[in-house]
């Protein structure tokens, strides 16, 4: 089993930043990819950004290109997501989750089905 645990969501205005950090424990180290999802409110749950846990490789939606960054910390066992430029449309709870070993997927993937862990959520509200 993988634990994770977000940080780092709140409040910011139009155009700020914000960092969101997802701590992973236990069997961390058959983590092999590592994803950020968020469900803006009263819709679906979509794909963000994710990375490879040992290559780096790095995925992002269109709509966060250029102002998202998905990076990693494999010592700290922590992911996290550099947030800039934030829109009113940002505004969801954001979790991260990660991809155990033993399935033939792409590690970063985008598709939630292929994703074995997941963390609690945090919230990002961005005011206009």
């Known amino acids: 089993q993988v634990q994770l645990v977000e940080s780092g969501g709140g409040l910011v205005q139009a155009g700020g930043s914000l960092r969101l950090s997802c701590a992973a424990s236990g069997r961390s180290f058959s983590i092999v990819g590592m994803g950020w999802f968020r469900r803006p409110p009263g819709k679906e749950r979509e794909f963000v950004a994710g990375i490879n846990w040992s290559a780096g490789n790095t995925y992002y939606a269109d709509s966060v290109k250029g102002r998202f960054s998905i990076s990693r910390d494999n010592a700290k066992n922590t992911v996290y997501l550099q947030m800039d430029s934030l829109k009113p449309d940002d505004t969801a709870v954001y979790y991260c989750?990660?991809?155990?070993?033993?399935?033939?997927?792409?590690?970063?993937?985008?598709?939630?089905?292929?994703?074995?862990?997941w963390g609690q959520g945090t919230q990002v509200t961005v005011s206009s």
């Open positions: 989750a990660a991809q155990g070993p033993g399935r033939r997927v792409l590690p970063g993937s985008s598709k939630d089905n292929e994703y074995d862990y």
